[in-house]
Each structure stands twice: as C-alpha cells, then as structure tokens.
C-alpha cells in the first residue's frame, strides 16, 4: 500500500537556521502531497501542498516541490522562528482523494 | 466560518467500557474522516464518510465503528476499550467529494486515556 517515510527527528535548530526536512512516498497513481502541521495541544494545520509532479507550494516562508522522478516531498525553510517549533507531518493522498497517509511526523524545535 | 468542533476534548474510561466521540464539520462540508494518533502508530485512518455512506475504511477491529447523519456531523463509536485504545483522535472535514485538490481541515481531536 501506499506509505510516508520522513525524519524523524527530533530537529533541534538555532534561530535564523535553515530547515530540510526530508519526506519521500510509495504510491500507485499520482497522488497529492500534503506538509501539515502540529502545535502542542492542537489538531493538524495544512502548511502546503502539490498536487503533481514539479509543482511548488509555498506557505509562510515554507516551500516543498513535487518530484516524481525521486519520489520526494523536502519541506525547507530558509530562516526558522521560535514560533516554528511544532511536528511536521508529510502526507498523501490517493487518486481517490478518500483518505490520507501520514507519515511518522518530525518534531521541530527552534531554540533563540 | 466556525472550524471543525470534537467533543468532547478529553476523556478518561475504563478498560472494557465503550466510548462515542463527536465531530462536527465545517459548515456545508460533506466529508468527514476520523484518524488515531498514538505515539508508536503514528496518525493511522480509520474512517471517512461522505453523504451519510462510509467510503472507506482503515485496517482496525470491528470495535471501532461510525456513523454520519444527515447533517454531516459525525460520531465514533469504540465498544469494549482497550489499553492501546488510548490516543488522540482527529476528525477532518472537506467541502467537496475528494480531498486532493481542497484542503482538509482538522479537528482539535478528542484526547482518549484508558485506565
């Protein structure tokens, strides 16, 4: 079946820092892919998404391209905040587009 | 617009007894999904309905079970609690019939401790 494989962390970076997260997928079809989110104590947020191949999304400083051809989703940052401390989770979605598959999530800490 | 509302937020239960979550949806959203979210499993699909009809189901027992109603709020139901049942459970809501090209928004999540 289809299945998220990310870092898993946890991601400890100073202020200013530049931020890779590394996400890559199993899939039949084309799916779209999704980064999400999560403040303590919160439910999911989407940050961005793709929905096919060499597309960018973008979302508060954040960006991650679609490729096929390495079946890869890196989230990247190029000046992370305190306020960016959070779990980020990569996922995707079927052709189908019924439900998500996340993946394990990677805890993100950002110190000042 | 009010976002995805679960109730209640917290619950402590007993091994053995059952327990129904709630969901309510962004108004006018049609699509319900509800995840589990356990520290070893990750987040793990359970259910999704659309229009009162399950779509679909992840891989877990018979206990778990759900239901929609007509207007598109939605409930989960987990019979003789386990242990392992306990977890944060996230419901997501979309506006149309599929979620590539809309976004999913989630719940808070209901936070389930089994003693």
């Known amino acids: 079946g289809d299945s998220v494989t990310q870092m898993e962390g946890p991601v400890t970076l100073s202020e200013e820092a530049f931020l890779t997260i590394n996400c890559t997928y199993t899939?039949?079809?084309?799916?779209?892919l999704f980064w999400y989110v999560q403040y303590p104590g919160e439910g999911l947020q989407l940050l961005l998404k793709?929905?096919?191949?060499?597309d960018k999304g973008s979302n508060k400083g954040f960006e991650a391209t679609y490729r096929k051809e390495t079946t890869s989703f890196h989230l990247e940052k190029g000046s992370v905040q305190v306020s960016d401390s959070a779990v980020y989770f990569c996922?995707?979605?079927?052709?189908?587009?019924?439900?998500?598959?996340f993946g394990p999530g990677t805890r993100l800490s950002v110190l000042p | 617009k009010a976002g995805v509302t679960q109730t209640p937020r917290y619950l402590i239960k007993t091994r053995g007894q059952q327990v129904t979550l709630s969901c309510s949806p962004i108004?006018?959203?049609?699509?319900v999904s509800w995840y589990q979210q356990t520290p070893g499993q990750g987040l793990q699909f359970l259910f999704e309905?659309?229009?009162?009809?399950?779509?679909n189901k992840g891989n877990f027992p018979g206990r778990f079970s759900g239901r929609q109603f007509s207007n598109s709020r939605s409930e989960m139901n987990v019979s003789t609690l386990e242990l392992g049942d306990s977890a944060l459970y996230l419901c997501?809501?979309?506006?149309?019939?599929?979620?590539?090209?809309?976004?999913?928004?989630f719940g808070q999540g209901t936070r389930l401790t089994v003693v």
């Open positions: 997501a809501s979309t506006g149309t019939a599929s979620s590539m090209n809309t976004e999913a928004f």
């Open positions: 899939a039949t079809g084309y799916p779209s």
């Open positions: 793709a929905t096919k191949a060499d």
């Open positions: 996922a995707l979605i079927d052709n189908y587009g019924q439900n998500f598959v």
């Open positions: 108004s006018g959203h049609r699509s």
């Open positions: 309905y659309f229009s009162e009809t399950q779509r």
